[in-house]
């Protein structure tokens, strides 16, 4: 599905497949992910009212956000849209946070987990995006980041979970692996958001607002492993099967900022009915990365968020 036909049914969590080769080349990341800024210029610059130029950028979504990450420590607003801080549902990008989680305890990423019939039942069953996983393969925990983080996996999202939640049921390490979600986002300082999702399938409260998805989007890309991650158009592994052989694995990433924007590092998109179309998304030029969010928008959100780039490198 591409950002500029709206399907006849939403799929509520991302974009299935959005393939393309990468054009032009991002420049190098620091060595905790995002670019490392140079020194800041104490070089006065002139406003854009003093220059004449537009003071926002010519986008439609109001739930829009931009920030400058600087040095990857701090962060200065370059734009906010009118309805930045308003607390609305946000899919799929739900899974930067999920991921987020896992990354906490990184002495487990090569853990091996085994594919359950439940995951592959419950995407059936809410009809979100999948990876795809077979029932009986056994991944690392770091194949699953690639897994819900590219191909934006439903599944994948749910055995990360399942595994890194505390409970005697599936549905009890499910519940407890949200309530570290939400623990993390307190300790962020994310006031306007909550989970009650792993993936973005949500019970009536999961949202979050674009200047707190700006944050945590800045924040996973601190991590070097979801950096390296999201940079990925197209991923492929193996693992073992079920029946003793090797499956193989290739996954397409929704983002497609990634084949179409020069200097796209991610980060993650999603959709939904309720949702709208979502990305949060990282560009580096210059010396320079910037993180912003664009929620609830149509089938342009690529498109704008490339303004929105555009206007943030511009200024």
């Not at 130029?53 to 986008?59: C, G, L, N, S, T």
């Not at 191909?151 to 519940?175: C, H, Q, V």
């Not at 792993?198 to 991590?223: C, E, F, P, Y």
């Not at 492993?225 to 990925?232: I, P, R, S």
């Amino acid at each position: 599905m591409g950002a500029h036909a709206r399907p006849n049914r939403f799929h509520r969590t991302g974009v299935r497949i959005a393939s393309a080769a990468l054009v032009g080349a991002a420049l190098p990341l620091g060595a905790t992910g995002l670019a490392q800024a140079a020194t800041p210029d104490s070089t006065p610059h002139a406003t854009a009212t003093e220059t004449g130029e537009q003071v926002a950028p010519a986008i439609k979504a109001e739930h829009a956000f931009l920030l400058d990450a600087r040095d990857g420590s701090q962060e200065r607003e370059l734009w906010a849209g009118a309805k930045a801080d308003e607390s609305v549902p946000m899919a799929s990008t739900t899974k930067i946070m999920t991921a987020i989680v896992v990354l906490k305890h990184p002495e487990w990423l090569e853990r091996q987990i085994t594919v359950k019939q439940e995951y592959r039942d419950y995407v059936q069953e809410v009809g979100a995006s999948t990876a795809d996983l077979q029932t009986g393969d056994t991944l690392t925990a770091r194949q699953l980041l690639h897994a819900m983080l590219i191909p934006s996996g439903a599944d994948a999202a749910r055995a990360l979970a399942d595994t890194f939640g505390n409970g005697d049921t599936e549905e009890a390490r499910i519940s407890d692996f949200i309530a570290q979600m939400n623990a993390e986002a307190q300790q962020l300082g994310l006031k306007g958001t909550h989970f009650d999702s792993v993936d973005g399938i949500s019970q009536g409260n999961n949202h979050s607002t674009a200047r707190d998805l700006a944050k945590l989007g800045q924040r996973a890309m601190l991590q070097p492993v979801f950096a390296e991650v999201v940079k990925n158009t197209q991923y492929k592994t193996e693992a073992p099967a079920a029946n003793g052989h090797t499956r193989y694995y290739t996954w397409n990433n929704t983002n497609e900022l990634l084949g179409t924007y020069d200097g796209a590092l991610g980060v993650k998109t999603g959709s939904g009915p309720e949702d709208g179309y979502c990305v949060v998304f990282a560009a580096e030029r210059d010396n320079r990365t910037l993180v912003g969010v664009i929620l609830g928008d149509d089938t342009g959100r690529f498109d704008d968020a490339t303004k929105v780039l555009d206007w943030g490198f511009a200024h």
